[in-house]
């Protein structure tokens, strides 16, 4: 059977993303070749795989440019957060590129990744039970 080139190529870019725990699927949103999101992708491998696990087939959507992530924010009607939102229901969590870009945004990454990873383990909207999911994590 021959492979239709464009698909065996999405599937090489999507295998480059797969962390060490490969149920946890990255898509990059807003650029044309995944090298240009690296800035992003490379400390978030790093985090997802030793600070912050999330659970077995969750999603994790980077907005690698302000444009998609303007837009993502707005589709999920999250405008009030300029750094990362979790999708509870659809088992996403959605991460501006630009929190990597420090000291842009001034609040540290790992930080920002535990605190949706709370979200997701208290399996609630309380931002005080993320953020102290968050911060026991650094006490470790
Ligand atoms: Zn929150």
Redesign the pocket.
């Known amino acids: 059977m021959k492979h239709h080139p464009r698909l065996v190529c999405i599937l090489l870019s999507l295998a480059s993303f797969l962390p060490v725990h490969a149920q946890v699927v990255i898509q990059l949103a807003g650029i044309q070749h995944a090298a240009q999101c690296k800035y992003a992708t490379v400390p978030l491998l790093d985090i997802l795989n030793t600070y912050a696990k999330f659970p077995p087939g969750w999603r994790i959507v980077v907005a690698c440019s302000d444009i998609a992530w303007q837009i993502l924010r707005r589709h999920a009607d999250a405008i009030d957060t300029n750094h990362a939102f979790t999708n509870m229901n659809g088992h996403v969590t959605v991460i501006n590129g630009a929190i990597f870009l420090s000291p842009e945004v001034g609040r540290p990454p790992q930080r920002i990744l535990a605190?949706?990873l709370g979200?997701i383990r208290c399996s609630c909207d309380d931002?005080r039970k993320?953020?102290k999911y968050a911060l026991s994590l650094e006490k470790k």
């Open positions: 605190h949706e979200h931002e993320a953020e």
